[in-house]
């Protein structure tokens, strides 16, 4: 188990660079001039334009400035933002409410998934199956920014259960309902990927075995059938958590949450790459860590994994 986490963590170096290599050569060649922003609307002296472009190094080739940004990571200096504020303080602010957010989703998409999965994938071909298969369906078809504004309405005005918006106000809470949404599209592939992998394990010889001695239901289902069943779901669960956080954009922007999607959306319209770039390189991170996680977790659950 050492040696298999240890070759795990190395895997992982070459992923980063060559990801964070990407990232940055994208921003870096983003058209339009970052000193623009700056001005808000007006024109800049070539005095001021010049004193920013070296303050920010934009007169260094790519690979100075890709350095200097590898450099700056190492040493938590994420730098500062065109407002003047430490890029760090604006990750401060805004990564705790998305990954609380991210957090919330990913217990209500796990819990609500396997449950129903489960139940779904020992009743195969009845109702109850044909049920969750059909509503599932129905909400992967559905955009999640449309669920979003179902959900807002709904709930949030007609029935009052919720608040319309989040802004300061982001406790657990109110952060409730749009857990729910942004849970919505994985709670559904999870309970697919949780209904199959249960009807397939169900009908396994060694399930045959284990019920011909005579040991009851709820042990064979949760030591023979769901062991086995769950390899597939903690794997898609630990990919998801990062894709949560990433894809809180829509439902941040929806619920006027202030978290990383609404930061990096304005980010990106007024051009300040200091601020993306990091947000998205703690992203990068945060998805590594997930999957290393589920890894781990992956060679506990079936010790097959670690010495193939």
Do not use: C
């Amino acid at each position: 188990m050492v040696w298999y986490t240890i070759r795990r963590i190395l895997q992982l170096i070459p992923v980063f660079f060559g990801a964070t290599l990407l990232l940055y050569f994208m921003v870096y060649k983003l058209p339009g001039d970052p000193t623009a922003a700056l001005g808000g609307g007006r024109p800049l002296t070539e005095a001021v334009r010049n004193q920013i472009r070296e303050q920010y190094h934009l007169n260094d080739n790519f690979f100075t400035q890709y350095w200097l940004y590898l450099k700056g990571i190492f040493t938590f200096d994420f730098g500062t933002s065109f407002s003047g504020r430490p890029v760090l303080d604006v990750m401060q602010q805004a990564f705790p409410v998305t990954i609380r957010l991210a957090i919330m989703a990913l217990i209500f998409e796990a819990v609500f998934g396997i449950v129903f999965g489960v139940i779904a994938g020992m009743r195969k071909g009845g109702w109850f199956d044909s049920t969750v298969l059909v509503i599932s369906l129905i909400v992967i078809a559905i955009p999640i920014f449309v669920i979003g504004f179902i959900a807002q309405f709904v709930i949030g005005v007609k029935w009052g259960l919720a608040p319309v918006t989040v802004g300061g106000n982001d406790g657990i809470a109110n952060l409730v309902l749009p857990a729910i949404v942004l849970a919505s599209g994985s709670f559904a592939y999870v309970l697919r990927l949780t209904r199959s992998s249960v009807a397939e394990n169900a009908t396994a010889d060694h399930v045959r075995t284990a019920t011909a001695k005579g040991l009851g239901r709820p042990r064979v289902v949760s030591v023979h059938i769901l062991r086995n069943s769950l390899i597939p779901v903690v794997t898609f669960l630990g990919a998801d958590l990062g894709a949560l956080m990433a894809g809180a954009v829509v439902t941040e922007g929806i619920f006027n949450i202030n978290g990383i999607g609404q930061t990096v959306f304005r980010s990106v319209q007024i051009g300040e790459a200091p601020t993306v770039v990091s947000i998205v390189t703690v992203l990068v991170l945060i998805y590594l860590i997930a999957n290393l996680a589920v890894d781990l977790l992956y060679a506990v659950i079936d010790p097959r994994i670690r010495y193939a």
